[in-house]
Each structure stands twice: as structure tokens, then as C-alpha cells.
């Protein structure tokens, strides 16, 4: 309270006045490309005042590869995410199409990738059947399905899949080759092109606009006549196949895969839809923000490892941010 000198009344302040807090979470909800822009900035600069040799162009090539698999496993989660899902079979998933592919190389470079692929449509079908039509929770059927994938091919790794573990030179091109003078690798290209399909996807399509009704509110995308069930088979073998495409680029990157290929891409997968500004319960999001997310992360990734941090310092970091970012979009909802 506070004493106007002139009049000798007491002012008090205006409660209708918008606080510091509320002006900030507001332009973060209005802005928040532009935050994640700045903060992809920063971090690149501050990479380079740790390694003066990261502000070259093999330095942000090196970091784009490594952002490449987080970011399309995320196309998967930033779609699940918005019907209010999750996948967290999908790194299992990645692994089991690598391993698939490299497996079949002998016999040609389209039919190991459509090998591949077919691991993702399989799995990812499942999922949506368990979540679609028997309404199981995502976390329950994609972790459960994790386990069995991991089951079935550490079996079938000694048996029918037994042989050859190399990626073909044409899928190790892909995923680790570079053109125009080794600056823009091909992986790269792939994840344009795949961005480009989902953000059509999400922005134009009348398949996008149900991911959006189901996850904002489900009951009443059913009452509209809405045929959810059938639209969450779909979603999840789309991120399915997201997961064979990121297993495939990353085994032809490493070369050889193994049954622990993708392990580590999990948690930055989720933490790259979360700082992208996907809602985890579901109905809010956009793809463009998951792709900064991705970025931040490839960066934040170099960086690490410039300071000498462990895989198991950057899992923690990758969930402290998950929960840290989850806690902060709740609280700029609850202001809007």
C-alpha cells in the first residue's frame, strides 16, 4: 500500500494489472518459436565458446546426424501426444527394424527396407489395436509391447535372424553419407521430406484435425460420429513406421546395429515433443516445434560431450527436462 502525497489517500495496487509472471507466460504461449529459436541460438554459441571448432560446418553437421533419429522417433510421439498417446515401444521399434533390415541386406537394399519397414507397420498396428479397439492405456500397450519386441528378437537374433548384423551400403549411405561437399547429409534430406508430410499433415489434412478433436476431447469427438478407434490403428502405425525410418537411418549411420541400438533415443525422443511445446495430455502441439526441440537437443548433445557428460548424465538431464518443461506448460495453460 502506498500513499498518494497530493490527495493524502491511500492507493492500492491494481490487482487487474498483469504481474511479471503472467506477462511472461503470456508471451511465451503467443511466442513460443521464437523462445526456441533463441534458445537454439544460444546454445550453439555457447557450444562454440566451449569447442571453438563446433561453429564449423562439420561440427553442425555432426549435430544435425545426431538430432536426425530423435527427430523423426518424435514425429511419432508429437503425434501420439496429441490424441493424448504415447510410444514407448518405439525405440524397440527402431532397433528391431535396423536389426531386420541389416539382416536382409544380401538380399538388396528395397527389400531390407521394406523389411524394415514392416517391423513399424506390424508393431505399430498392434498398438493401435490395443489402444483403439481394446482401449488399453498407451503407456501400458507400447511398454508391454517394448518388452515383447525385446523378447522376440534377442530369441530370433540366435535363430532365423542370425547372419549378418551390417547395414547395406545403399541404407549406410542414407544414414551417414553427405553431399554437396559432405555438408548436407542425405538423413538430413529424408527428415525435410518427412517434416514436410507431417506438418501438412497436421495443418491441412482432415486426418490431422481428429488427432487434435480426440486428444482436446474424446467423448465428444465419438458423439460427433467420429470413428476414433479406427484413427488411433492408423496414428500408431504411422508412428510405427516413424520408428523403422529412425532405426533405419541410425543403423546405416553406426554401420552395424545390435539389439541396443536405439535404446538411448527414447527419453530424448518425449523430451523433444515436450520442449517443442506438446501438450502430454494431449489436443495441443505442432510438429515445427517438435523439429526445434530436436535441434536443441542435437546441439545440447555436443555440448556434453565437449564437457565430458556421461550417457548417464545426459538421460538425466533429458528427464529433468521432460519434467521440468511438463510442470512449466501447465502453469502457462492455467494462466491463459
Same mark, same amino acid.
Do not use: C
Given at each position: 500500500?502506498?500513499?498518494?502525497?497530493?490527495?493524502?489517500?491511500?492507493?492500492?495496487?491494481?490487482?487487474?494489472?498483469?504481474?511479471?509472471?503472467?506477462?511472461?507466460?503470456?508471451?511465451?504461449?503467443?511466442?513460443?518459436?521464437?523462445?526456441?529459436?533463441?534458445?537454439?541460438?544460444?546454445?550453439?554459441?555457447?557450444?562454440?565458446?566451449?569447442?571453438?571448432?563446433?561453429?564449423?560446418?562439420?561440427?553442425?553437421?555432426?549435430?544435425?546426424?545426431?538430432?536426425?533419429?530423435?527427430?523423426?522417433?518424435?514425429?511419432?510421439?508429437?503425434?501420439?501426444?496429441?490424441?493424448?498417446?504415447?510410444?514407448?515401444?518405439?525405440?524397440?521399434?527402431?532397433?528391431?527394424?535396423?536389426?531386420?533390415?541389416?539382416?536382409?541386406?544380401?538380399?538388396?537394399?528395397?527389400?531390407?527396407?521394406?523389411?524394415?519397414?514392416?517391423?513399424?507397420?506390424?508393431?505399430?498396428?498392434?498398438?493401435?489395436?490395443?489402444?483403439?479397439?481394446?482401449?488399453?492405456?498407451?503407456?501400458?500397450?507400447?511398454?508391454?509391447?517394448?518388452?515383447?519386441?525385446?523378447?522376440?528378437?534377442?530369441?530370433?537374433?540366435?535363430?532365423?535372424?542370425?547372419?549378418?548384423?551390417?547395414?547395406?551400403?545403399?541404407?549406410?549411405?542414407?544414414?551417414?553419407?553427405?553431399?554437396?561437399?559432405?555438408?548436407?547429409?542425405?538423413?538430413?534430406?529424408?527428415?525435410?521430406?518427412?517434416?514436410?508430410?507431417?506438418?501438412?499433415?497436421?495443418?491441412?489434412?482432415?486426418?490431422?484435425?481428429?488427432?487434435?478433436?480426440?486428444?482436446?476431447?474424446?467423448?465428444?469427438?465419438?458423439?460427433?460420429?467420429?470413428?476414433?478407434?479406427?484413427?488411433?490403428?492408423?496414428?500408431?502405425?504411422?508412428?510405427?513406421?516413424?520408428?523403422?525410418?529412425?532405426?533405419?537411418?541410425?543403423?546405416?549411420?553406426?554401420?552395424?546395429?545390435?539389439?541396443?541400438?536405439?535404446?538411448?533415443?527414447?527419453?530424448?525422443?518425449?523430451?523433444?515433443?515436450?520442449?517443442?511445446?506438446?501438450? #502430454?495430455?494431449?489436443?495441443?502441439?505442432?510438429?515445427?516445434?517438435? #523439429?526445434?526441440?530436436?535441434?536443441?537437443?542435437?546441439?545440447?548433445?555436443?555440448?556434453?560431450?565437449?564437457?565430458?557428460?556421461?550417457?548417464?548424465?545426459?538421460?538425466?538431464?533429458?528427464?529433468?527436462?521432460?519434467?521440468?518443461?511438463?510442470?512449466?506448460?501447465?502453469?502457462?495453460?492455467?494462466?491463459?
Amino acid at each position: 500500500m502506498s500513499t498518494d502525497l497530493s490527495s493524502g489517500a491511500d492507493v492500492k495496487s491494481d490487482p487487474s494489472q498483469p504481474t511479471v509472471w503472467h506477462r511472461s507466460a503470456r508471451y511465451l504461449a503467443t511466442h513460443p518459436h521464437l523462445v526456441l529459436i533463441g534458445v537454439l541460438i544460444f546454445l550453439i554459441l555457447m557450444t562454440g565458446a566451449v569447442e571453438s571448432n563446433y561453429l564449423s560446418i562439420n561440427g553442425l553437421r555432426n549435430s544435425a546426424l545426431f538430432a536426425v533419429p530423435i527427430g523423426v522417433l518424435a514425429a511419432g510421439q508429437t503425434i501420439l501426444m496429441l490424441t493424448g498417446g504415447i510410444d514407448l515401444s518405439a525405440a524397440m521399434i527402431a532397433t528391431g527394424a535396423a536389426y531386420v533390415a541389416a539382416n536382409q541386406s544380401p538380399k538388396g537394399a528395397a527389400f531390407a527396407i521394406i523389411a524394415g519397414l514392416a517391423v513399424g507397420v506390424l508393431a505399430g498396428a498392434a498398438n493401435g489395436i490395443g489402444v483403439g479397439v481394446f482401449q488399453v492405456n498407451p503407456l501400458i500397450m507400447t511398454l508391454a509391447m517394448a518388452g515383447i519386441l525385446l523378447g522376440l528378437f534377442t530369441s530370433w537374433a540366435q535363430t532365423i535372424f542370425s547372419g549378418s548384423t551390417r547395414m547395406g551400403d545403399f541404407i549406410r549411405t542414407l544414414g551417414g553419407g553427405s553431399f554437396f561437399g559432405r555438408s548436407i547429409p542425405w538423413a538430413v534430406v529424408v527428415w525435410a521430406v518427412l517434416s514436410i508430410f507431417v506438418i501438412y499433415m497436421l495443418r491441412r489434412s482432415g486426418f490431422g484435425r481428429n488427432l487434435y478433436a480426440i486428444g482436446d476431447n474424446g467423448i465428444a469427438a465419438r458423439l460427433s460420429g467420429m470413428r476414433a478407434w479406427q484413427v488411433l490403428i492408423v496414428v500408431y502405425i504411422i508412428a510405427g513406421v516413424f520408428g523403422a525410418i529412425a532405426g533405419l537411418l541410425l543403423g546405416g549411420r553406426v554401420g552395424a546395429v545390435d539389439l541396443q541400438l536405439a535404446g538411448a533415443f527414447l527419453l530424448p525422443s518425449v523430451a523433444a515433443a515436450v520442449i517443442g511445446g506438446t501438450s #502430454i495430455f494431449g489436443g495441443v502441439g505442432t510438429y515445427t516445434g517438435t #523439429i526445434l526441440g530436436a535441434l536443441i537437443l542435437g546441439v545440447l548433445q555436443s555440448l556434453l560431450t565437449f564437457l565430458g557428460a556421461g550417457q548417464a548424465i545426459q538421460q538425466m538431464l533429458y528427464g529433468a527436462i521432460i519434467i521440468g518443461l511438463s510442470w512449466l506448460y501447465t502453469r502457462i495453460s492455467a494462466t491463459q
